[in-house]
Structure formats: C-alpha cells, structure tokens
C-alpha cells in the first residue's frame, strides 16, 4: 500500500523591488556602465505590471534619452503617494546621467571614462524608488545579495568583453 504525505502548500516566496544603493553601484560600475540601462528596463516593466500600460520597456529604454524623464516622474508620483516629501531636481539628475553616457563617445579622452561614474546621478532616484518598494510592498523579502540574474548579468557582460579582447587579437 502506498502511501500519501500530505504537504502544507507553502505561498511562493515574494521578493521585493528594493535593491540597496551598494548593490546597485558595484552592478554598475563593474558592467562598465551598462547595468543602468538594465535597470531603466526592470523599472519600466515593474511600471508596465503596476499600472497595466500599454508600453514596451524595451523600446522604452532603448530611447532613454526620450523616455528616462518620464520614468522618474512616475516613480516620483507613486512615491509621493506613499509619502515620499523630498523634491529631487529630476529633470537635472536626468540630463547629468544622460551627459555622462553619452560622453563615453570621444574616443581618446579621459571623458569616455565618464560612463563609468554616470550611475552616480541615478543614487537619489534609485532611493526614491527603493522609498516607493519598501512602502508599496512592506511583506515582501529584501536581498542581502546579489541575486541570480544579477550575477549572470555581470557575468555575461564579462564573458563578452573577454570574447570581444580575444576576437581583437586573433583578427587584426
């Protein structure tokens, strides 16, 4: 006779948004200044999720240089809601991070180093955003590490510069 073990369904574990300011600077600044724009893209689905827009966060963060102001006025609504009170100069910030990206185009010059201090511009939002998570989602369980999908993220953007420094040796 066989024999059943009935198991208690446990809920699934609910992480939260919130991603502290350590981990979001050594994500960035070790992917070289890339991990921002991944970040542009996780906030604009969890906006897409939240409020059932109809927009892609990919395109979206492909134009960030359209789209990157909008995304923090709308995380500035939901934190105030939640009673977020300090005033960021948001159009500034953007414009800074935006200037420090797109100074990694001169070739030859210190500047192009640049992008990998423009993340530092994002802090103050990235704390108006952490503000909104810890508030919208007060159950929900906060990383002490990076996680999975951030570590293969460093990972694959290492990975892919080694290909890209080996494939520049081999072919001339």
């Not at 070289?32 to 897409?48: A, C, I, V």
């Not at 102001?69 to 609504?77: D, G, K, S, V, W």
């Not at 300090?86 to 030859?108: A, D, E, R, Y």
């Amino acid at each position: 006779m066989i024999q059943e073990t009935k198991t208690e369904l446990t809920p699934p574990v609910v992480y939260s948004y919130y991603q502290s300011v350590r981990h979001f600077c050594i994500l960035s600044f070790f992917s070289l200044g890339m991990y921002p724009f991944f970040w542009f893209f996780k906030h604009w689905q969890y906006l897409r999720d939240e409020k059932k827009l109809d927009i892609s966060p990919s395109f979206r963060t492909a134009f960030t240089l359209f789209y990157g102001y909008t995304l923090f006025n709308e995380f500035e609504l939901l934190a105030i809601e939640k009673g977020y009170k300090k005033n960021l100069p948001l159009f500034l910030i953007f414009i800074c991070f935006m200037l420090f990206s797109v100074l990694v185009s001169i070739k030859g010059s210190l500047l192009s180093f640049c992008i990998l201090f423009s993340f530092i511009f994002l802090i103050p939002v990235h704390r108006m955003m952490n503000f909104y998570y810890l508030k919208a989602h007060e159950h929900a369980i906060i990383r002490d590490k990076l996680s999975k999908g951030e570590k293969r993220f460093l990972r694959s953007i290492w990975i892919g510069l080694f290909v890209i420094a080996f494939l520049g040796i081999i072919l001339p």
